[in-house]
């Protein structure tokens, strides 16, 4: 069962009202670690519907998220970072750069773009290439990205990375970006605009025959999805209050693809799921492998569940359908009401 | 510069390269039979450096043994994955069995950083694979000439089964077509099989000549090697032996002349480097320098 | 020697055939004839087991008084073992063999290398061709070569039972001719044919019996004769008035 279009909008701000309550609930009573949980559940949710713009509407295999959020990560903390806290990290950085001191909001979007621009730059001749070869050439730009990182000492430290960077990130931010990606994907994937990318990766030759720009639907899809992630990045650095090139890597990369695979190439609805039951599986596993002492044991664990969905459900749990959680969730009082 | 330099830094192209080809004839076999990129084939490596280790420190095997003994548990680590992973999504689009290949290099990766810890280990190699011997004016490692010369042994014997035996001819009919090669009679999963086994068994190998060369070696450190042996064979022409064979000696030397000819500041931007290449080689040769555009199959 | 008993076979969401019962005696060329997408080629892949029926028995006895066995129930290799051997629609070479090495790999279940090298030697002399263009890649020969080829490549299993699917496709009328010919001779040489073909005359003319498949069902069956005289049939398959 997928939800109409028409539908979408009321139990999208009803959902959003009850997520923006349960955020006042939260941010009010937990403790600074649950609430850092709970930030990186929203995190993995906007890397994974934004993933699945790319990933799943269009059916460009990308495993790029990581290089986006470094690049988004890196330009959001440099124009975040104070002009004197800067001469002391950053002696090198060149004079216009030095001087800047953004507000967070425009950092984190001056970030998104940054990391759009790579992907516009990056994608004209990257995604010529199909099916493995693009995923390939988008985890070699994972490796890329963290060559110049580490190297282009100047403006990023090096291998030390940026660090005792401000405590931006809340929880209300996470959740006013989840909102936002959450909203735009959904309205692209029911736009004709989003019908047009997933006729593309349906049949890219029938859709060509019908007038589709296919290489623009490509471009305007990556870019899409690398703003997000960048805009991602941005939080993520001010959440952990530090980047380095290592920060995001391709172990990130295999999970956040795990999460659109799994919840279903195309789906938003499954793509969140995943996300939150694999985030929450993940925390909840952490504890135990640490009292175990076995480091390692959660990610093998995961990664041992993907593989028997892979095995019993190659199309993942929700194919592209949009199953109807709000309406599902309502059901009860719409019976009480009736009855 | 002088020529001594350059020669050198042109025999530790022929090493690294050897090594590479040697992880990348497997990504090619198993790309040519199975249309799958498996991403664990990297690990199969560090399993082979450990069971170097393994065999050389516990039962203090000699050298041809040790040989041995990784081939062996390559080839078994490469057919166990095969039947346990990737035979019960056969027929799943492509990105399925590369993603669940990247779930199998999870899983492997952290099961090694539980059972050896992630600490990198050294080991001891046999003296007189250390023995420096004259060579056109350079003084090269005994191990050095072995690595070059036991990667082209293997190579020659690949190609000559894969050329020249029943079951070389089989596994070419069924990378080519399954349905006609099952009217052949031909058992498609033992053919998967033995791509499995055989390239898993090459990069064991690989991951012996790494560790005796480098004297060093840790649960991830096939992850580079094996992205780059990848890199190679695209370089290649992905389904070509040859063509693999070729890309790894053309990606070794190239990395290796990049850092040994550049002035060090670029060194660093090694990795950029060989992805860079890759595509750029992608864009100019979509096929590779040696594969055959070769029909889509699903 | 070969008997279906009510096959159906579901293809993707289409019922590709609905109850297929045919019967083939040793020593018989029986043509299978229909339109395109009647379910001929469906057959003969269920019949070779790259298929699997829905539900029915196809039983095979290789000779007189053998046991005979349900196929339904082998994977496609035993099949061949058996003494079936499928030669598949559009030629399908071996690209990437050699003439001799697709020649060579139709005999890939037998282990005996001097007959098996007789074998190939018998096929080179009846088809000269193969001989002098031995070592080229099995995709440079001509369509015609490419079939006598793949016919070669399908004898050299020593099959009791030939399934033979479009063997005139897109070949000049003469050298369907020729093929017909060969067909005659792989008779006289003891080895069963079932024959699936669109050009309907030649297959009535050459077939001791025949089925008309439509719509996966049959619909009529007889002696090629018979068949080659019915009005229905030369409406629908053989351009008469």
Redesign the interface.
């Known amino acids: 069962m997928s939800a109409p279009r028409n539908t979408f909008l009321p139990r999208f701000a009803i959902a959003a009202l009850v997520g923006a309550a349960l955020v006042a609930l939260a941010d009010a009573n937990l403790n600074p670690y649950l609430l850092s949980i709970i930030q990186f559940i929203g995190l993995n949710i906007i890397l994974a519907v934004s993933l699945n713009v790319t990933n799943g509407f269009i059916g460009l295999?990308s495993l790029g998220h990581p290089a986006f959020m470094t690049v988004g990560g890196y330009v959001a903390a440099i124009l975040v970072i104070p002009p004197e806290r800067k001469a002391a990290l950053l002696p090198d950085l060149p004079a216009f750069l030095a001087a800047q001191e953004w507000s967070f909001l425009p950092a984190l979007i001056a970030g998104g773009s940054v990391a759009a621009l790579v992907a516009l730059i990056v994608g004209f001749?990257?995604l010529?290439?199909r099916?493995?070869?693009l995923?390939?050439?988008t985890?070699?730009?994972i490796?890329?990205v963290?060559?110049?990182a580490?190297?282009l000492r100047g403006v990023t430290r090096g291998a030390l990375g940026l660090s005792g960077l401000p405590e931006l990130t809340n929880l209300w931010w996470v959740y006013l970006f989840c909102l936002v990606t959450i909203y735009v994907c959904w309205q692209l994937k029911h736009s004709s605009l989003g019908r047009t990318m997933l006729a593309i990766r349906e049949n890219e030759l029938a859709a060509s025959c019908l007038g589709v720009k296919v290489a623009r639907m490509r471009i305007l899809s990556f870019v899409l999805g690398a703003f997000l992630a960048g805009i991602a990045g941005g939080l993520w650095v001010h959440l952990v209050t530090l980047i380095s090139p290592s920060s995001f890597s391709f172990?990130l990369a295999?999970e956040i693809?795990?999460m659109v695979?799994l919840g279903g190439t195309g789906s938003i609805t499954g793509a969140v799921l995943v996300a939150v039951v694999l985030s929450v599986l993940t925390q909840l596993l952490r504890p135990v492998e640490e009292a175990a002492n076995?480091?390692?044991?959660s990610?093998?664990i995961?990664?041992?569940v993907?593989?028997v969905v892979?095995?019993t459900r190659?199309k993942g749990l929700f194919g592209t359908a949009e199953p109807d959680l709000v309406g599902w969730l309502l059901r009860p009082f719409r019976k009480s009401k009736a009855a | 510069m002088n020529g001594a330099y350059l020669l050198s830094q042109v025999a530790n192209g022929l090493i690294l390269g050897s090594m590479y080809a040697l992880i990348a004839i497997g990504f090619s076999m198993i790309?040519g039979i199975v249309r799958l990129?498996n991403f664990a084939h990297g690990d199969i490596f560090t399993i082979g450096a450990f069971a170097t280790l393994a065999s050389i420190a516990v039962i203090q095997a000699p050298f041809p043994v040790v040989l041995a003994i990784v081939l062996v548990v390559g080839a078994a680590v490469g057919l166990l994955i095969e039947r346990a992973?990737f035979r019960?999504?056969r027929g799943?689009?492509?990105?399925?069995g590369?993603?669940?290949s990247?779930?199998?290099s999870?899983?492997i990766?952290?099961?090694a950083?539980?059972t050896v810890s992630a600490q990198p280990r050294t080991f001891a190699v046999p003296a007189y694979l250390n023995r420096l011997i004259p060579l056109g004016g350079l003084n090269v490692r005994m191990i050095d000439i072995a690595i070059v010369l036991l990667a082209i042994i293997l190579m020659i014997a690949l190609v000559l089964f894969v050329r020249f035996t029943?079951i070389g001819?089989?596994m070419?009919?069924t990378?080519?077509?399954y349905?006609?090669a099952?009217?052949?009679?031909?058992?498609i999963n033992r053919m998967i099989g033995i791509a499995f086994a055989i390239g898993s068994a090459l990069a064991a190998v690989a991951g012996l000549m790494w560790g005796t060369k480098y004297g060093q070696i840790s649960p991830l450190m096939g992850v580079l090697p094996g992205?780059k042996a990848?890199?190679a064979a695209?370089i290649g022409g992905v389904g070509s032996i040859t063509g693999a064979v070729l890309g790894g000696y053309v990606l070794g030397m190239a990395e290796v002349l990049f850092v040994g000819l550049l002035p060090p500041?670029y060194s660093?931007?090694?990795?950029?480097f060989?992805?860079?290449a890759?595509?750029l080689v992608?864009?100019v040769m979509?096929n590779g320098i040696l594969g055959r555009s070769t029909e889509q199959r699903a | 020697m070969l008997r279906l008993e009510d096959v159906h076979v579901r293809r993707g969401g289409t019922h590709a055939l609905r109850g297929v019962s045919l019967e083939i005696e040793e020593g018989e060329i029986v043509a299978l004839i229909g339109a395109n997408g009647a379910g001929k080629t469906t057959t003969l892949a269920t019949i070779?087991?790259?298929l699997r029926p829905q539900s029915g028995r196809i039983l095979f006895a290789p000779g007189r008084g053998e046991p005979e066995r349900d196929l339904t129930k082998m994977?496609?290799?035993d099949i061949?073992?058996a003494g079936i051997?499928?030669?598949?629609e559009g030629r399908?070479v071996?690209?990437?063999?050699s003439v001799t090495?697709n020649l060579?790999?139709?005999a890939?279940?037998r282990n005996d290398k001097a007959a098996i090298e007789k074998d190939v030697a018998d096929i080179q002399a009846q088809f000269p061709i193969l001989r002098s263009r031995a070592q080229l890649p099995g995709d440079r020969l001509s369509g015609g070569e490419q079939m006598m080829l793949v016919i070669g490549?399908a004898l050299m299993?020593k099959p009791r039972l030939l399934l033979l699917d479009e063997p005139s496709l897109g070949l000049a009328p003469q050298l369907v001719e020729q093929i017909f010919d060969i067909l005659a001779e792989i008779r006289r040489q003891g080895v069963t044919v079932l024959l699936v073909e669109q050009n309907a005359s030649m297959a009535l003319e050459l077939g001791d019996r025949a089925y008309v498949l439509e719509a996966g069902s049959l619909v009529l069956h007889g002696s090629g004769r018979e068949l080659a005289g019915n009005p229905d049939i030369q409406r629908a398959y053989l351009g008469g008035a």
């Open positions: 295999f001749p990257v010529r290439l099916g493995h070869y995923a390939v050439a985890l070699g730009l490796f890329i963290q060559s110049f580490v190297n172990i295999f693809v795990v695979v076995l480091f390692g044991a990610q093998m995961v990664a041992f993907v593989l892979l095995i190659p | 790309y990129i992973a019960p999504m799943a689009p492509q990105v399925t590369f993603i669940a990247l779930a199998v999870i899983i990766e952290n099961l950083v539980l029943k001819v089989a070419r009919a990378a080519e077509n349905d006609v099952r009217l052949m009679g031909i058992n992205l990848f890199v695209v500041e660093g931007y090694r990795n950029a060989v992805f860079g890759l595509i992608l864009l979509p | 070779s087991g790259l994977r496609a290799e061949v073992a051997s499928h030669c598949p399908q071996f690209a990437n063999l090495e060579r790999i139709g890939y279940l490549r299993s």
